[in-house]
């Protein structure tokens, strides 16, 4: 008898008639689900108004704690936030918008001049093709690329139409960007200030036999989403600092929009990098072969130098991420939520990950405890340090 029901034991049961009523119980659930997936609607709708702010204030939060955690026993924690507060809004205000409209400036203009720059680039190639051998073959080949203004133009009003529409239309997503802009602020002010008494809060809220394993989780999750989202702002604002001055030094166009542009995009793993390349070589190839040549080389060597120096020393090698598995996410992510899931499907990947462990840890200790005679699960414990060393 003890061999017939230790498969029912280790599911937590004593009979077949348990597992059976077990499976149908999940499958009513999918079905009652289905049946009322309107209901879910409107959380649907806060969750996707709250996100946003929410995300930028843990954003502000990783990046402002360090610095509070360094000053607060010169000052009180409420008074050395305040002060960071204001020395951000004076930079913001004297320096940062200074940048900001000089590189909008540029932007704007990239935008307007688009058209002619890439017919100008679709004239130099032909050129170019013209001198090669096979040039029937190679002109076949790009028979079908138009670059054209009209087609240009085309294709970005179809998408920034369907893109607005997304989100609800133009008044929608702008005022979901002012309540990010406003919000974010306010939560990651409370959170720095009261960051402690709100996991006290959480904390009586989990039952005590699950505490220990909801701590262990709490720190890994902070670590892994922390580290991330800090690291990557911080070397991507870097990358794009280093950019403008090199750019500006071989003479490119728009090198502060090319600039800004490229450390923005650089918040997406690998393939933000990639999409700012792009227009940039396209704006050296316009200007002569030898600007392309200089921009290509000035591109991959501070790519390269960002790479061995600068992210490592912020980022660490916390995440443990492998290349393959961050643009799987990125790709699977980004058709699953849009821009949202590409610029934050890596932390959302780190928390799956991370109670995914956690989950599989206490399943391999309940499999140890029915089945550990036939040979054990190695791993079963769940801590962060436990978790950092795999």
């Known amino acids: 008898m003890d061999k017939e029901s230790r498969w029912i034991r280790f599911l937590g049961g004593r009979n077949l008639i348990f597992t059976i009523l077990i499976i149908g119980l999940i499958g ?5 689900y289905s049946k009322v997936s309107f209901i879910f609607i ?10 946003p702010p929410a995300v930028f204030g ?14 607060e026993k010169y000052l009180g924690r409420t008074w050395i936030i305040s002060l960071v507060y204001l020395l951000i809004l004076g930079l913001l205000t004297f320096g940062g918008i200074e940048l900001v409209i000089l590189a909008r400036t540029q932007l704007l203009d990239l935008l307007n001049q688009s058209p002619q720059i890439l017919q100008g680039f679709q004239r130099n190639l032909d050129k170019i093709t013209n001198a090669l051998p096979y040039t029937k073959e190679i002109e076949r080949s790009f028979s079908s690329i138009d670059l054209s203004g009209t087609k240009i133009n085309s ?3 179809k998408y920034l139409q369907s893109g607005v529409k997304s989100f609800g239309g133009f008044f929608s997503a702008l005022s979901t960007m002012l309540l990010t802009v406003i919000v974010g602020p306010i939560i990651a002010f409370f959170l720095l200030r009261d960051k402690e008494k709100f996991l006290k809060t959480v904390r009586k809220l989990v039952p005590p036999v699950f505490r220990y394993d909801f701590n262990e989780l709490g720190k890994i999750v902070d670590q892994q989403i922390g580290g991330y989202l800090k690291g990557q702002i911080i070397v991507s604002a870097l990358l794009g600092l280093i950019y403008w001055p090199c750019f500006l030094l071989i003479g490119l166009n728009y090198a502060g929009a090319l600039a800004l542009s490229a450390g923005f995009l650089s918040v997406i793993p690998y393939i933000g990098s990639f999409a700012a390349f792009l227009p940039g070589l396209i704006i050296a190839f316009q200007s002569s072969l030898w600007m392309a040549v200089k921009f290509a080389l000035v591109w991959f060597i501070v790519q390269f130098l960002h790479g061995q120096f600068i992210v490592p020393r912020i980022m660490g090698d916390n995440l443990q991420l492998h290349m393959i598995t961050v643009l799987l996410v990125l790709l699977v992510m980004g058709d699953l939520l849009g821009i949202v899931g590409v610029v934050f499907g890596i932390p959302i990947y780190c928390l799956v990950k991370a109670v995914t462990i956690d989950l599989f840890s206490h399943f391999k200790k309940r499999y140890n405890r029915f089945y550990g005679k036939y ?3 190695e791993e079963t414990g769940f801590s962060k340090k436990d978790y950092l060393k795999k």
């Open 28 to 32: 009513a659930v999918i079905l009652l």
């Open 42 to 51: 409107p959380i649907a709708t806060i969750l996707v108004n709250i996100l």
């Open 58 to 71: 843990l954003i502000l939060y990783y990046l402002i704690n360090p610095l509070i955690v360094r000053f």
């Open 155 to 157: 294709f970005v009003e």
């Open 375 to 377: 040979g054990e699960y």
